[in-house]
């Protein structure tokens, strides 16, 4: 093994452990208490973003517009409950991973299936941009340098978070469970405390930004407009739904019971997300915290150059006042919790990934686990698509949060019209009463859950289209119409090679060509190796790209004892490739029915920095060769002293050695063992 080859991986070991058996999947499921940290980081991290949206949107209309606050909450509140209802009827029905694209393609059909994968792909990307973001600007609330590079800050995040994500599902779950909990401990504390200083002890509470006034840029705002606001505050709220679904696809990476388990995870997500939800926009409204797009414009009051710090950052001051411990520490869990809510899709996108390539419908190599038994290339994709999207949008939360959502709440309806299809027909053959009445206690679920859902999938789509969202429906056409080519070039190969009027006839001769440059040993071992398959006929190929090395060649062939004939061919212009090409087709034109056998003598070689300076014109030969009908090509190596050094590198042991005696001391028998 080559220096670089062993440097190479030494450091995927440091960086991902030691590979797992693949018997070893078993080990890597998850038990709920770990769970809950890997699947609903991202739901219930939205806490962190989604109030903080709903009071955005609201400062267009003026502090009056903030009175609505509660009831957009409870709305959100309402169709979480909805949603998480709906789930958990999908996780028991379609316990196999594929989620709300197995249910769409099972129940509507292929076209449906697609749509759900392309839009729960793209908001996957989207979950991890707006999370990362959203951690960024909380932890710029307490260190400005982090504002000031928030980009380069979020980039590197996503880097760590794909680093531990390829270590393993497990393991990443561990790491994870801790901060999701100091988060869960801390927001309880936060509000609870919040709460109790201005119900129980009468502390008059408020926010740093109570006594600023909103400069409203459309105050008068009636009818028609001011529907349209809430709307758009209640679609901008909904975001806080994100993630709901990565457990319908993440159910396989549950202990037995699988859909037992994964249903009771989807009702604990549900319930912390609401108390946190309608805890911090309650909490926020009592003690007066405003925020604004543009502080310096829009905050009356305000100093010079004052820098706004993000809702669960206010009220964090507010509540633990002096105690500045308490601040800290809850801006900490926050960020922490923000940057691991995009571990949701690092763990949903890569399963789907998985399931659509299975299919077909995304390259195949999606659908391989790496060495950890996590599937490492959906990973490193996500990732890379994350870090696009927050470079090309500044890493601003605003920005990215009208993108998202769309493609969840796609994936949503298409995903309730199909359960709602799945009771139907089941219904209609079921005839043990207990059965058809749970069956029609789902059914009735699920519609309630499709009427939600399309309900906000139309208000999402009319206020958020032209502030951005149009971008994410772009992205989900185009992976869509890709997925569909991928899997037409895919049908077309496996019609092409599963073609039954094949009729195998066998070759009327076989033509042997080596190619030579000089004479030396790997030429001699490429013709001893030749003449062994038995051809026809055999010859050896140079091309004359110097006539003093040619002539040089063709005296020491006459020379020699090599029998086989040396055919010299001209090349006017140097090129070694083409001729050889155009010589192989002329003999296939000559006798079609030949097989023509090339045979490349190549060298092996220790290091990289030699493979530079070895064979490229075999690569060349090699790769046009390929495309020729009729023609084999086949590769003679000759092991160079540096790659001795991998057969140094191993002791192999065969069987029955050790009691033999043999192999006991250092290089006694070595030879290449097992990979």
Not at 598 to 620: D, K, M, T
Not at 637 to 665: E, N
Request: hydrophobic letters at 50%; glycine letters at 8%; a positive charge.
């Amino acid at each position: 093994m080559s220096t670089v080859s062993k440097t190479s991986t030494a450091a995927k070991r440091l960086l991902l452990g030691r590979p797992f058996r693949s018997d070893k999947l078993g080990h890597t499921l998850l038990p709920k208490r770990i769970a809950l940290p890997v699947f609903a980081s991202d739901a219930m991290s939205s806490v962190a973003y989604a109030p903080q949206e709903i009071f955005l949107v609201l400062s267009v209309a003026g502090l009056s517009a903030y009175t609505y606050t509660p009831w957009i909450g409870l709305a959100v509140a309402l169709v979480m409950v909805v949603v998480v209802a709906s789930y958990r009827q999908n996780v028991h029905a379609y316990p196999s991973g594929g989620g709300d694209y197995e249910v769409a393609t099972t129940n509507l059909g292929p076209t449906a299936g697609l749509t759900v994968g392309s839009a729960l792909l793209v908001d996957y990307v989207l979950t991890v941009a707006v999370s990362i973001a959203s951690a960024a600007e909380n932890i710029g609330s307490a260190i400005p340098l982090v504002q000031d590079h928030k980009v380069w800050f979020c980039v590197v995040a996503i880097v760590l978070l794909t680093s531990i994500n390829l270590r393993g599902l497990r393991e990443s779950g561990t790491a994870f469970a801790i901060p999701t909990y100091a988060f869960i401990f801390g927001m309880v504390a936060m509000l609870g405390w919040g709460f109790l200083r201005v119900l129980v002890f009468g502390d008059d509470l408020t926010a740093e930004t109570a006594g600023y006034e909103i400069k409203a840029e459309q105050s008068h705002l009636v009818g028609i407009a001011f529907v349209f606001l809430i709307a758009r505050a209640f679609s901008s709220g909904c975001a806080a739904l994100t993630g709901v679904e990565a457990i319908s696809n993440g159910v396989p990476a549950f202990k037995k019971p699988k859909s037992r388990n994964a249903a009771t995870t989807l009702l604990l997500l549900g319930g912390i997300s609401i108390v946190l939800l309608m805890g911090m926009i309650l909490l926020a409204k009592q003690i007066g915290v405003k925020y604004v797009s543009d502080p310096a414009k829009d905050l009356i009051g305000a100093p010079d150059g004052y820098e706004q710090k993000s809702l669960i950052a206010q009220i964090g001051h507010a509540v633990f006042g002096g105690f500045t411990p308490g601040f800290y520490f809850v801006t900490i869990v926050t960020a922490l919790i923000l940057v691991l809510a995009a571990n949701t899709a690092f763990n949903g996108f890569p399963v789907l990934g998985s399931v659509l390539a299975q299919d077909r419908y995304l390259p195949r190599q999606l659908h391989t686990r790496g060495d950890r038994l996590a599937f490492s290339n959906g990973i490193l994709f996500l990732a890379a698509a994350a870090i696009a999207f927050v470079v090309a949008f500044g890493a601003e939360v605003t920005a990215l949060i009208q993108l998202y959502i769309v493609g969840v709440f796609v994936s949503f309806t298409l995903s309730q019209i199909g359960m709602v299809r799945h009771w139907t027909r089941h219904l209609k053959t079921e005839k043990d009463p207990s059965a058809r009445s749970r069956m029609l206690r789902s059914r009735v679920i699920n519609s309630i859950g499709l009427v939600m859902t399309g309900s906000v999938l139309m208000i999402v789509l009319v206020t958020k289209f032209l502030a951005g969202a149009w971008i994410a429906i772009v992205a989900m056409v185009a992976i869509f119409g890709l997925m569909k080519l991928i899997h037409r070039h895919y049908a077309s190969v496996q019609a092409e090679l599963d073609n039954s009027d094949y009729e195998a006839v066998l070759p009327s001769r076989t033509h042997s060509i080596v190619l030579v440059s000089t004479l030396h040993l790997p030429t001699r071992r490429a013709i001893a190796f030749a003449r062994a398959t038995r051809p026809d006929t055999l010859e050896a190929v140079t091309v004359n790209v110097d006539d003093r090395d040619t002539r040089k060649l063709v005296a020491q062939w006459e020379d020699s004892d090599i029998t086989v004939p040396l055919k010299v061919i001209a090349s006017p212009y140097r090129e070694v490739t083409r001729p050889v090409i155009e010589y192989v087709r002329r003999l296939r034109r000559e006798s079609p029915r030949d097989v023509v056998t090339v045979f490349i003598p190549e060298y092996v070689v220790g290091h990289w920095w030699e493979q530079i300076l070895h064979n490229q014109s075999a690569l060349r030969l090699k790769g046009r060769l390929l495309f020729e009908p009729g023609v084999m090509v086949t590769s003679v190596p000759w092991q160079l002293s540096s790659s001795d050094r991998r057969k140094r590198d191993r002791v192999y042991i065969a069987p029955g050695d050790t009691r033999r005696g043999v192999g006991s001391t250092p290089g006694e028998r070595t030879g290449r063992g097992p990979e």
